[in-house]
């Protein structure tokens, strides 16, 4: 045991081996379902508000703006500020081993840089320029996955998996998988994902079933598909423990499964079955962590009637929670640990937030709290509290 968890020992670090959930190495977004706002960290939670770093305390309270110096006005753009996150990817920010990584715009050549930085945004280093446009990345045990598509024809595009190793800066992208399709690739993000030695992602293109989502073991690179019963297509995933629960869809209806990390023992919950919805008003959507799968219905014609319910492995309910504020729909950020907090917000609108302490899943009594608004300006102003009664009406 000791063998396998001093893996990389030279390096200075520990790289585990097994599946379990190891906060410093380990890839935190399995809960994602949209851009990745949050990193959790020792010092608190580092958040992305509009394009400036802020620190949350473990019981979220008022953000703290990741800049101390007292001359600075940071606005974009500035030079100096620590808490910039100028062209900053949609991809957002992760931790790994004690530092931030995100992904910056180059607006001239249409790539992106890669960058690493402290949880304050201090002592940021350039690690990577001129990689490709990345649609989705991943750091998990060392290591940096990049999802991304090559063009070599108008109508054929390559899918490929990257990989750097956070301590070689000077190496380029090792291709590990690959996949030609005959058409132009579409967004690749929210569709990857990393649990203890396997990678789990998806190709979105595929609109005929069969193959288009895979599990990659990172010990020996072997690749496992998913085969959803009836030959269904995928829609999303997600993993709870270590179980992948995929929505696929089967001709007229949606599906539930779940899969073992290498697509074995599957499991189908015909309870969670939906009609296909040909006009497009309803869209349901999964996240998991640890113990919970977290299932809600995004209504495109209105305030979702349904509650965000929380479900155990086993697809039985726990708890629920009121998101009718959430006119139209919602994404989640979901803390990785057994404790933490659950962020939701109207998608693609970060400037807003409601949360809610993972400690109080199973009471009945979930109490949705505000987290302070930041404001979208170039001028920086102060963080103000949430109104009571705030919600996404418009």
């Not at 990193?39 to 949350?56: F, Q, V």
Request: proline residues 4%; charged residues 25%.
């Amino acid at each position: 045991l000791l063998l396998l968890l001093c893996q990389g020992c030279g390096t200075g670090e520990a790289i585990p081996t097994d599946n379990a959930y190891h906060s410093e190495t380990d890839y935190q977004d399995w809960g994602k379902t949209g851009t990745d706002y949050f990193a959790e960290t020792p010092e608190g939670i580092s958040y992305d508000g509009l394009e400036r770093l802020y620190l949350l305390s473990r019981n979220a309270g008022m953000p703290q703006l990741c800049c101390s110096r007292p001359e600075c006005r940071h606005t974009w753009g500035e030079e100096g500020c620590s808490a910039k996150l100028d062209n900053l990817a949609s991809n957002g920010i992760q931790y790994m081993n004690g530092q931030l990584y995100y992904l910056e715009n180059n607006m001239e050549t249409n790539g992106q840089s890669l960058y690493r930085m402290d949880g304050n945004g201090d002592n940021r280093k350039l690690l990577w320029e001129n990689l490709p446009h990345v649609d989705a990345f991943v750091c998990h045990r060392g290591q940096i996955y990049l999802y991304y598509a090559e063009h070599p024809t108008e109508r054929t595009s390559i899918l490929k998996l990257g990989r750097l190793n956070s301590k070689k800066t000077e190496a380029e992208p090792e291709v590990i998988w690959q996949k030609e399709i005959n058409e132009n690739s579409s967004h690749l993000g929210r569709f990857i994902s990393a649990h203890g030695n396997y990678l789990i992602f998806m190709d979105v293109n595929s609109q005929d079933g069969g193959d288009c989502l895979y599990s990659m073991d990172l010990q020996n690179g072997e690749v496992y598909t998913c085969h959803f019963q009836k030959e269904a297509l995928p829609q999303k995933f997600t993993i709870v423990g270590e179980r992948v629960f995929v929505w696929a869809l089967a001709g007229e209806e949606y599906q539930l499964g779940s899969f073992s990390l290498k697509f074995e023992e599957e499991k189908y919950f015909q309870e969670y079955t939906r009609p296909f919805d040909p006009e497009y008003k309803a869209n349901i959507q999964i996240a998991g962590d640890q113990k919970y799968l977290y299932w809600w219905e995004n209504r495109w014609d209105g305030a979702s009637e349904e509650p965000l319910r929380i479900l155990d492995a086993e697809l039985q309910l726990v708890d629920t929670v009121d998101i009718t504020a959430f006119r139209g729909s919602m994404d989640v950020y979901i803390s990785p640990g057994d404790e933490g907090t659950v962020f939701l917000n109207r998608r693609e609108m970060n400037w807003g937030f409601y949360y809610f302490d993972k400690k109080d899943i199973g009471s009945g009594q979930i109490q949705l709290k505000g987290l302070p608004l930041v404001c979208a300006t170039n001028d920086y102003t102060e963080p103000t509290d949430m109104p009571a009664d705030f919600s996404w009406s418009n």
